[in-house]
């Protein structure tokens, strides 16, 4: 048997479109799905590495120091690779980000993936991973309000964010949820964004979208999620509904208040304790490091659940739920996957 050098197709975002190739909605969510299978099964495996670089070297530099009063977000500057195996392919998706992207025209990160052959791990296809990145991550706002989210009448949502995870979100409760969801309210820092994304995303959904510029319809929701890139929390704990669930796929965006009160009187749960723990920049895990403790050993004693747990962490206890995702590595992995077949189906 003669090994040939591989080729590496490098697949514009241009070509999936005009072949029709890029994944639906559905199709995100069946690929997701059979990364959570094969995730509890053991079959498939990730990590995630992320080098954070310092604030105040950015701001030193010349050209950036006179804007840095009027910069209200958390800068995000970090360099990520997220890594993973199954049993057919490997992956690693590179990810740069820096929120000053946007005043330059430029999105917040960007996100590339390469594919690889399982067994030489040689390289199979290059992608642009941003909307693959965005599509996976939608995909978690449809595990909760399927598993934590039960009322017998339609709910309303609150949306925190109005970028491509925020649109994503709202594509897969559409999806998932468009019977039992009344109506999507959306904020965001600027409130021409949180108008613009409910322009955009209309037509494509029957749930109703309601850009709002404060909280006050917060109380009213069955489920808040946060998307954003803030530096301090968005809400204040009294402002939710007492057992409302919350979905946190953003930073540090969340109070002490209302994670205290979930600790210790309902239900808290991470896609996975050890990577959201290490990555220390979520809300979460931020409260367990600035009391000097680990989340990922004080989470089992304290009784806090993985998605990536076989069994037990769909259970939850009366009062609030509160689910942290950081983005697991093996959700990209079958999202290229599958991508990949379909561009190849789409090829002949």
Not at 69 to 74: H, I, L, P, V
Not at 93 to 106: E, S
Not at 162 to 183: F, H, Q, W
Request: aromatic share 6%.
């Amino acid at each position: 048997m003669t090994l040939h050098e591989p080729v590496l197709d490098v697949v514009s975002t241009e070509e999936l479109r005009r072949l029709g190739a890029e994944l639906t909605v559905a199709e995100t969510h069946e690929a997701v799905a059979t990364a959570w299978r094969d995730i509890r099964s053991g079959s498939a495996v990730g990590e995630k590495a992320v080098l954070s670089l310092s604030e105040d070297e950015f701001w030193s530099i010349a050209e950036f120091k006179a804007e840095r009063e009027s910069f209200a977000e958390r800068l995000g500057w970090k360099l990520s690779s997220l890594y993973g195996v199954n049993p057919r392919f490997g992956g690693v998706k590179i990810i740069g980000a820096n929120a000053f992207n946007r005043r330059r025209g430029l999105p917040r990160s960007t996100s590339t993936y390469l594919l690889l052959e399982k067994t030489t791990l040689r390289p199979v296809a290059l992608f642009d991973g941003t909307a693959l990145s965005a599509a996976r991550t939608g995909t978690y706002a449809s595990l909760v309000l399927e598993t934590f989210v039960e009322t017998p009448m339609k709910i309303s949502v609150f949306l925190f964010g109005a970028g491509p995870v925020a649109r994503s979100v709202i594509d897969c409760l559409s999806l998932t949820g468009a019977e039992r969801i009344e109506r999507i309210l959306i904020r965001s820092r600027l409130p021409e964004n949180a108008a613009r994304l409910a322009d955009e995303a209309a037509s494509s959904t029957p749930i109703a979208l309601v850009p709002v510029t404060d909280n006050a319809a917060l109380c009213d929701c069955a489920l808040a999620i946060t998307a954003t890139n803030a530096r301090a929390p968005i809400f204040e704990d009294h402002e939710l509904a007492r057992e409302a669930a919350t979905l946190h796929l953003g930073g540090d965006e969340v109070p002490g208040a209302y994670l205290k009160r979930a600790l210790r009187t309902g239900t808290v749960i991470c896609d996975d304790l050890k990577t959201v723990s290490r990555r220390n920049s979520q809300s979460i895990s931020l409260y367990f490091s600035r009391k000097g403790l680990s989340l990922e050993t004080a989470g089992p004693l304290l009784g806090i659940g993985e998605m990536s747990a076989p069994t037990g962490w769909q259970q939850s206890r009366p009062g609030p739920v509160c689910v942290t995702c950081v983005g697991l590595p093996t959700l990209d992995l079958y999202v290229a996957e599958a991508t990949w077949a379909k561009l190849l189906k789409a090829r002949g």
